[in-house]
């Protein structure tokens, strides 16, 4: 099959088209607006592969979506703003790229008649004190970052209903691993950490997230894309729980750093509690999430440790503009 995967060269992306090629004939084109977070670095290893293409375009741009589309049997939509910060302190981008980018990669697979794959997210459901969120759960969206999504997906919804295009919805949860853009809370600590720098910990530290190893949720995009039931969603988690503050002193551990770091700082607004996934239906399709979260977070650990040629650009350039904003210059040293 010959994938048309949009985003490719973000965290997920890289990971499931690494994965893909790997794993499968497939031939692999890239389409991807390459935002801050979107790194042609990423995909360095699988550049001189014969299967794989890249083209530098945005999903909302028509042109650039039907010529990367040509003679693909299948769209996997990962391109998207995903920073829920960004989109507290500038909504623009999300609100374009998931309502606009998204209608204009429905309307192209509508007209070449190919399936489409959405990958979602378990923030459209909002948070939860106790249990889990099933597919059929409300979407109930706390910021900027979710509801957009969230609207993606009633987009994607209505053109399996209104005109028979076989659409897909994999919701995760958060993942982590190699190639996460250091704004994210375990790369962001995990570089800080190696370089001593302070820790900021959102409120109190004791929000949950269900973690899950990137790895593992490209193969459950597979499975969705390979055996899922056209029309359907599927919430994709991962195999642990734990608070925020468990995780950073883990990080602390594994990088040799001190726990005087620390620094609870100023909550994010509208910051949901607990995030959790049933997910019991992309499971009966035969997936589950191999990766345990101790062992994930070693695995971790150790790519930034040994990839220090993949991050240091980033900490070096605008990244850091965007980290004195977002944290203040007192964090900086
Ligand atoms: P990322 O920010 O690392 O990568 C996003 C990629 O999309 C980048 O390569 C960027 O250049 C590209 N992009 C952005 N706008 C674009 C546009 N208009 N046109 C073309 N390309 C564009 O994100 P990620 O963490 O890899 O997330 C990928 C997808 O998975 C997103 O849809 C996100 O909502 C979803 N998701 C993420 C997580 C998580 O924990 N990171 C969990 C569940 C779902
Ligand atoms: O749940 C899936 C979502 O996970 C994805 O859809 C999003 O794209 C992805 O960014 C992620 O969203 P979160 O908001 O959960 O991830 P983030 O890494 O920003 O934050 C994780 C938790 O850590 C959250 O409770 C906020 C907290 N945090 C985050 C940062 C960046 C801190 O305490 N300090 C920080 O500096």
Redesign the pocket.
Known sequence: MKLLVCGGAGFIGSNFVRQRLASSDDEIVVLDKLTYAGRRESLRDLEADARFAFVHGAIEDPEAVDHALAGAGAIVNFAAE????RSIAEPDAFVRTHALGTYVLLEAARKQGVRYLQVS???VYGSIEAGSFTESSPLEPSSP?SAT?AGADLLVASYQRTFALETLICR????YGPYQYP????P?MILNAFHGDRL???GD?A?V?NWLFVEDFASGISHVLEHGVPGETYNVGGPDESD?LTVVRRIIELSGADESLIEFVTD?PG?DRR?SLASEKVAALGWRAGTRFEQGIERTVAWYRENEWWWAPIRSGAYREYYERQYGTALAE
């Open positions: 995903t920073h829920v910060d997210t378990d923030e970052y999504k995760g949860s958060n993942n704004e994210k809370l375990i962001l900021p910990v959102y530290g929000n997230r925020n994010r910051h995030y």
